[in-house]
RNA sequence: CGGGGUGUGGCGCAGUCGGCGAGCGCGCUGCGUUUGGGACGCAGAGGUCGUCGGUUCAAGUCCGACCACCCCGACCA
């Protein structure tokens, strides 16, 4: 590619709505421009390193037996109904109403940011015996992403280029096989490109990990264990703490306390810790706007809620926090509510309260609470589970040793749907003696713009960025000194010719400017070499080859060129 | 969710005690001089001053609402 021919600027000054230094190169190198927040333009450059990126996932993909298809970005409201229920657990749900189409008034299009019901109906139309299985599909495309952060630029865009696979197995062990065979690729690849990645449980059913991006503002909490390296997402981690000590049930008590609507006052009040206290929390359950269910939730003061934990307990995907007249209604108090003495709601108590005796909770009547509060005596539960948020310090379900939160980029996720679902969407086949089976699907998903963006992060220096040779949107940034119509420019033409015919991707700068500019944009740029043809060094046959990682500066001979930068990539 | 800040050509900013033609740097166009680490001169093009409403003879400037983005905080029952 002639840079002339090029639509490509660079900037002295990006953007400075967001201020990263890898996403600012990014913008100043003419890769990327931002529209408005959350929203990008991939400029010709930008494009390259996706196109790079895309070549090495397709071709993973192709090892695995995959299989390209294209998917519509629309689709009509009735077919992605029920998505939340076959998405992973943490993904919004689909835009709904995103746009409908003149002429078909009654029809609503939606633009869904995954495919899986898509692909159920494909399957069920598809696929009926087992001679066909496994089968593995994939696709790119700019999903739409509801859940993202634009103070993180590229890495949590409003949408975002992807690889979408699916795949379909006759049984469970193989679809798992292939889930950790795909994620280990893409751990493969991070490491390829210096990154250092972790693989997280994403859902204990359903065997799905994520790869995450270890970084200190990430938007996706984890906790890992230093000892053995088990690592899971934070909001569906086991909580496993240390047992408290049993006590003898001590009598129910009121006790007034002015101004405790929150469990910090009420501690410093009463002067006990957190973990001596149940927080109830109130919420409502709604399906299509529609109130289904009151819940109240009891975890330890000490502890968190975790939402998913909770929704998947109940099966609903729809649950908010209850209104204070709603909290009345059912004969509570805000700010001191309980379970006790309260029927028209289902009670979930979470594993540590049924295991913590004497708790402080609230009275239902305003300015009291209750001591000694004990599950079992004082108030039944509809369900006792795990509905707490593992925290910091928490004991690794695998060696007991204290974990550690931390926070990075989401790149990737594989996984599978339960053979329920499969079974309850009639996606099933014949086996070999003639029986119906659910189909097994596993779905995984990379992030491109993310795996970029998080390298731009990575690899930088005061100059500009340093692409991994895989990902480099071209491999040789050639440019010429002096004036296009010297000699120089000859030598330069013939190399270039030369490089493309032997299968090197370059980049030839032949702008009339001045060799300052060539060379701060080379830099800025950071293609993995650079090579200069200056007059002194033609005229002595030679020319100048520099290493960006590096900044390693050999002269080659002109005809030993071709060799060298082959050698070199 | 709370607090703070910002919004003016493609990018970075100034202008904000209301007042002639809305400016500067970078970039862009043309001509000339330059040419091994972001050159210089001259001449140009390019702006609904975030949106809507209000006050006024007069609003980028004052008032109100809204929107968008950034930073910090916290986050709860």
Redesign the pocket.
């Known amino acids: 590619m002639r840079l002339s021919q090029m639509l490509f600027?660079?900037?002295?000054?990006?953007?400075?709505?967001?201020?990263?230094p890898g996403y600012q190169y990014l913008?100043?190198g003419g890769f990327v421009?931002?529209v408005?927040?959350?929203a990008y333009v991939f400029l010709p450059l930008g494009v390259q390193v996706r196109r790079q990126l895309q070549r090495v996932l397709a071709h993973l993909m192709e090892e695995w037996g995959g299989q390209e298809i294209g998917l519509p970005a629309l689709q009509p409201l009735e077919v992605i109904e029920g998505q939340a229920e076959v998405t992973f657990p943490d993904w919004a749900a689909p835009l709904q109403h995103a746009v409908s189409c003149g002429g078909e008034g009654y029809r609503t299009w939606t633009l869904p940011s995954s495919h899986e019901q898509l692909m159920l109906a494909l399957a069920r139309n598809i696929i009926q015996s087992y001679r066909q299985l496994p089968v593995l599909l994939y696709l790119f495309w700019q999903a739409p992403e509801p859940a993202m952060?634009?103070?993180?630029?590229l890495l949590a865009g409003?949408e975002s280029m992807v690889l979408d696979a699916y795949s379909f197995h006759s049984d469970e062990a193989d679809r798992n096989t292939l889930c950790q065979s795909i994620l280990t690729s893409w751990a493969d690849l991070a490491e390829r490109a210096d990154m250092p990645v972790h693989r997280v449980i994403a859902d204990l059913d359903d065997e799905a990990s994520r790869l995450i991006w270890p970084w200190r503002?990430g938007d996706h909490s984890f906790l890992i264990c230093d000892a053995c390296r088990w690592a899971c997402d934070q909001a569906i981690a086991p909580v496993r703490k240390p047992v408290p000590p049993a006590e003898a049930a001590q009598p129910l008590r009121e006790v007034a306390t002015p101004d405790c609507?929150?469990?910090?006052?009420?501690c410093s009040w009463l002067r006990i810790p957190p973990s001596r206290t149940a927080?109830?929390?109130?919420?409502v359950a709604e399906e299509g706007g529609a109130v289904k269910r009151h819940v109240i939730?009891v975890?330890r003061?000490d502890t968190?809620?975790s939402?998913i934990k909770l929704k998947r307990l109940l099966g609903m995907s729809g649950l908010r926090?209850?209104t204070e007249e709603e909290?009345r209604t059912l004969g509570a108090e805000?700010?001191?509510?309980?379970p006790v003495g309260i029927s028209a709601a289902e009670v979930v108590v979470d594993q540590l309260v049924v295991h913590s005796s004497n708790l402080v909770a609230?009275a239902n009547r305003a300015g009291y609470h209750l001591l000694n509060v004990n599950y079992g005596r004082d108030y039944q539960a509809t369900y006792t589970a795990d509905i707490a948020?593992a925290q910091a310090g928490d004991l690794c379900p695998s060696c007991a040793t204290p974990l550690q939160l931390e926070h990075g980029i989401e790149l990737g996720i594989v996984g599978g749907l339960r053979p329920e679902i499969m079974q309850a969407h009639h996606v099933i086949y014949l086996d070999p003696s003639g029986i119906p089976q659910p189909v097994m699907l596993g779905r995984h998903r990379f992030y491109m713009d993310r795996f970029i963006a998080a390298t731009g992060e990575t690899h930088h220096d005061a100059?500009?960025l340093i692409w991994p040779t895989f990902l480099a949107p071209y491999d040789v940034y050639l440019m010429t000194?002096?004036?296009?119509s010297s000699p120089?420019s000859e030598v330069a033409d013939t190399l270039y010719t030369e490089l493309h015919n032997a299968g090197v991707r370059v980049l030839y700068d032949d702008r009339?400017?001045?060799?300052?500019?060539?060379?701060?944009?080379?830099?800025?740029i950071g293609l993995p070499l650079?090579v200069?043809?200056?007059?002194?060094?033609?005229a002595e046959g030679m020319?100048?080859v520099?290493r960006r990682c590096s900044g390693e500066?050999v002269k080659v001979a002109i005809p030993d060129v071709v060799t060298w930068v082959k050698g070199a990539l």
């Open positions: 600027q660079t900037m002295r000054q990006a953007s400075t709505d967001i201020m990263l913008q100043r421009r931002s408005s927040g959350g952060r634009t103070a993180l630029g409003r503002d609507k929150t469990i910090a006052a009420l927080k109830s929390l109130f919420l939730a975890v003061g968190e809620l939402v926090p209850a909290i805000p700010g001191y509510g309980s609230g948020m100059m500009g000194l002096g004036r296009p120089v009339d400017e001045r060799a300052g500019v060539k060379f701060y944009d080379a830099d800025l650079r200069v043809i200056g007059e002194r060094d033609v020319v100048e520099k500066v």
